[in-house]
């Protein structure tokens, strides 16, 4: 008795799993109708200040392609996690939003506080996305075989700033200013070091390293201002916000010369700092100023304020929206949202075109190498697009893993 | 030669920064053993006193705009007032804790400061410029120098003047060295221990105003983190000048930001990112030398 007790226990059981299970993959297959994007990106905390503008962007896309009848037929449905600018958040807000049942998980703009969600997406065999991150670390040499960042690497940002300046301004002799706080700034002065000696008769007169809380660079600028002659251009590897002060200090030292740095110092909100500046050039993937060669750069614009109430602050709005572009033409062309197979769609583009450039991934690099630019000169205070540039070779991988 | 005169004034100019903070450190840790780590937080505090709260990539500058007659004393005030506010809100209960449990709250204190800033004016670093006529150059001795750095150094001196006259002559400032002496002996001679308490708070506070001030004049930039590394400077520059010593403290900060500007100049490129290595390896060096520190206060000695 006892014992068909038990039987009769084990089948009710049975049943009530098999109930439960069909239950669930019934809420399953009812969700399986949409196509879920997670964003696993901060909402409070410090990167919330740089991660909401790009994500805001791929909101923008998924918006346009839902409303043109969304992608495989289906909707795209967006959910969120906020990582609060900490890197055991993030892994949890990986993990969270692919509970929610994610097809893609778009990280955090910064490879160290985007790497732990991408880790999680990785491991749960989800393509990842980061933001706008600019280290070759973001993608697979980082995280895994599945990951991706949208934006361009930071060295090809300093190469094109030294063959721009070359070729355009005459520029001959360069001084060389690292700020030593992050793999970025590195990343810009190492495109720089790898495109200079490849022009011919452009010298490097000098080197020198600050760090980015630095109160004062006078030392710094003393031994600019030893030199024999001031250089023709000075390559500035920094960002915000250290960046605003040795410009700032460089300029009230009387040095004038051209100054050249990476995409991270571009908008204008802080050239209040510096209200006269001039000879000040950065590269960017489009125009927020209005005047960007490709009209639907500033319809793009338009857009955006719309729906954020204010325009762009800076270029790293838009790889949000290349993101979401690329991600979704890769799946339209898989047929289906499986990882392996939009990964090998993602790989097969060459020079795929998107509003904000062409944009090439390999199954070796889910990066750019090598990418177009329009250059942007802030002439007394006021920035604008003087023209665009492409650097003629892209740097070879081995080369960027070496540093 | 100008190039040492230039070398000469940037050690100065930075040096005076690093003087200011430690002394904003030093004169409260002199009166209540209190080593207020919220001091690099009130200094970002009365920057982003000059704008408007706005989460806006953008500045709104708002007292930034007074003229600066008005703007100076204004800065001074929000910073005596923010700091004689956390005496009276916070450090006051902990008057008889032990200094590690004050030294816990002033974190706790900088941390509530600096996350109201974040509510207020998001992490965006924002821009300002203050005073653009600082900004030029002038010759000096032969050398082109910032005019910033030469006011930077003479306001430094004038206020180190003002502040020995105060202590030395008047009446609240023989109070303050007798409380910095010996707390309780002086309470028992009549000095009232909160006035004396309050009155450090408020002149330290104005110090960090005046130290925030020539922080965004010079870099022009607004930041949430702003004050930190002054703060950990200044906080070094207290401890090898001796806790509690004024004059040791200013020493320090002077030693300090020469020590660094001269490590920037003699490192070989390859280890000048490391420069704070070696500054921070002098300063560990000083200490062992001098365990108290370069000066001992009087009253740390009876301290054993």
């Keep these: 008795m006892s014992v068909s007790g038990e039987t009769i226990m084990r089948h009710l059981t049975k049943i009530a799993f098999g109930m439960l299970m069909a239950g669930l993959s019934l809420g399953a297959s009812a969700q399986a109708a949409d196509i879920v994007v997670g964003?696993?990106?901060?909402?409070?905390?410090?990167?919330?200040?740089?991660?909401?503008?790009?994500q805001d962007a791929a909101l923008i896309r998924i918006d346009e392609i839902n409303k043109a009848g969304g992608l495989l037929g289906r909707q795209i449905k967006v959910v969120?996690?906020?990582?609060?600018?900490?890197?055991?958040?993030?892994?949890?807000?990986?993990?969270?939003?692919?509970?929610?049942?994610?097809?893609?998980?778009?990280?955090?703009?910064?490879?160290?506080?985007?790497?732990?969600?991408?880790?999680?997406?990785?491991?749960?065999?989800?393509?990842s996305m980061f933001l706008c991150a600019e280290s070759v670390k973001a993608g697979i040499q980082g995280v895994g075989p599945h990951s991706f960042s949208a934006s361009i690497l930071a060295a090809v940002q300093g190469a094109t700033m030294v063959d721009w300046s070359y070729n355009k301004k005459n520029a001959r002799t360069y001084y060389r200013l690292l700020d030593t706080w992050t793999e970025y700034n590195k990343g810009v002065c190492d495109g720089f070091d790898w495109q200079l000696p490849k022009m011919k008769d452009a010298k490097l007169v000098g080197s020198d390293t600050f760090k980015n809380e630095d109160t004062s660079i006078a030392a710094q600028i003393t031994r600019i201002k030893s030199l024999p002659k001031p250089p023709d251009a000075i390559m500035l590897c920094s960002m915000m916000p250290g960046v605003v002060s040795a410009i700032k200090q460089i300029r009230a030292a009387g040095i004038t010369s051209m100054i050249l740095n990476g995409s991270s110092v571009d908008g204008s909100y802080w050239l209040s700092a510096t209200p006269d500046l001039s000879d000040f050039y950065v590269p960017v993937q489009g125009s927020i100023y209005g005047d960007d060669p490709n009209k639907d750069v500033t319809v793009f614009n338009a857009k955006y304020k719309a729906a954020t109430g204010g325009d762009p602050s800076s270029q790293y709005v838009y790889p949000g929206y290349v993101l979401i572009d690329v991600w979704a033409k890769a799946v339209a062309r898989a047929g289906t949202t499986d990882a392996d197979a939009v990964t090998a769609k993602l790989e097969a583009m060459k020079d795929e075109p998107t509003l904000f450039g062409p944009r090439t991934?390999?199954?070796?690099?889910?990066?750019?190498?090598?990418?177009?630019?329009?250059?942007?000169?802030?002439?007394?205070?006021?920035?604008?697009?003087?023209?665009?540039?492409?650097?003629?070779?892209?740097?070879?991988?081995?080369?960027?893993?070496?540093? | 030669?100008?190039?040492?005169?230039?070398?000469?004034?940037?050690?100065?100019?930075?040096?005076?920064?690093?003087?200011?903070?430690?002394?904003?450190?030093?004169?409260?840790?002199?009166?209540?053993?209190?080593?207020?780590?919220?001091?690099?937080?009130?200094?970002?505090?009365?920057?982003?006193?000059?704008?408007?709260?706005?989460?806006?990539?953008?500045?709104?500058?708002?007292?930034?705009?007074?003229?600066?007659?008005?703007?100076?004393?204004?800065i001074l005030l929000i910073g005596a007032g923010l700091s004689v506010l956390s005496e009276i809100i916070v450090f006051r209960r902990f008057r008889k804790a032990n200094p590690a449990t004050m030294m816990i709250a002033s974190f706790a204190l900088g941390f509530v400061i600096r996350y109201f800033l974040l509510m207020l004016y998001s992490s965006r670093p924002k821009s300002i410029n203050?005073?653009?006529?600082?900004?030029?150059?002038?010759?000096?001795?032969?050398?082109?120098?910032?005019?910033?750095?030469?006011?930077?150094?003479?306001?430094?001196?004038?206020?180190?003047?003002?502040l020995t006259l105060f202590l030395k002559r008047s009446r609240y400032g023989l109070e303050m060295r007798a409380a910095a002496e010996n707390f309780t002996m002086a309470r028992m001679l009549g000095v009232r221990a909160n006035r004396v308490i309050m009155l450090a708070f408020a002149l330290?506070?104005?110090?960090?105003?005046?130290?925030?001030?020539?922080?965004?004049?010079?870099?022009?930039?607004?930041?949430?983190?702003?004050?930190?590394?002054?703060m950990l400077i200044a906080f070094i520059a207290t401890v090898i000048g001796g806790l509690g010593s004024l004059t040791g403290a200013v020493t320090a900060g002077y030693l300090i930001g020469a020590a660094s500007?001269?490590?920037?100049?003699?490192?070989?490129?390859?280890?000048?990112?490391?420069?704070?290595?070696?500054?921070?390896?002098?300063?560990?060096?000083?200490?062992?030398?001098?365990?108290?520190?370069?000066?001992?206060?009087?009253?740390?000695?009876?301290?054993?």
């Design chain 2, 204 to 230: 330290s506070g104005m110090l960090a105003a005046t130290t925030g001030l020539i922080l965004v004049t010079q870099t022009g930039t607004v930041d949430i983190q702003m004050g930190a590394s002054v």
């Design chain 1, 80 to 127: 969120t996690a906020d990582t609060k600018t900490d890197r055991a958040e993030g892994a949890k807000a990986g993990l969270e939003v692919i509970d929610k049942g994610a097809d893609l998980v778009i990280v955090s703009c910064d490879y160290d506080f985007g790497s732990p969600a991408a880790l999680a997406a990785e491991a749960a065999g989800k393509i």
């Design chain 2, 1 to 74: 030669m100008t190039e040492i005169i230039q070398i000469i004034i940037d050690a100065l100019s930075l040096g005076s920064l690093y003087a200011l903070g430690a002394l904003g450190i030093a004169l409260i840790f002199g009166v209540m053993r209190l080593v207020n780590f919220a001091h690099g937080d009130t200094i970002a505090f009365c920057v982003f006193a000059l704008l408007w709260p706005s989460i806006d990539a953008a500045a709104v500058v708002f007292a930034g705009h007074l003229p600066t007659v008005l703007l100076i004393p204004l």
């Design chain 1, 361 to 403: 991934f390999t199954s070796e690099l889910h990066h750019q190498n090598k990418g177009k630019y329009l250059i942007v000169d802030v002439n007394k205070g006021k920035p604008s697009v003087v023209g665009d540039w492409t650097i003629a070779e892209p740097i070879p991988l081995s080369y960027l893993l070496k540093q």
């Design chain 2, 130 to 162: 203050l005073w653009e006529s600082l900004g030029e150059s002038i010759g000096f001795l032969g050398a082109r120098v910032p005019l910033l750095q030469i006011v930077t150094v003479a306001i430094t001196l004038g206020i180190l003047g003002l």
């Design chain 1, 39 to 54: 964003f696993a990106t901060a909402s409070s905390g410090f990167m919330q200040a740089y991660d909401k503008p790009a």
């Design chain 2, 261 to 304: 500007v001269l490590m920037q100049v003699v490192l070989p490129l390859d280890a000048r990112p490391f420069r704070d290595a070696f500054v921070y390896g002098a300063v560990i060096v000083t200490l062992i030398w001098r365990p108290n520190g370069l000066f001992v206060a009087r009253s740390a000695k009876q301290r054993v």
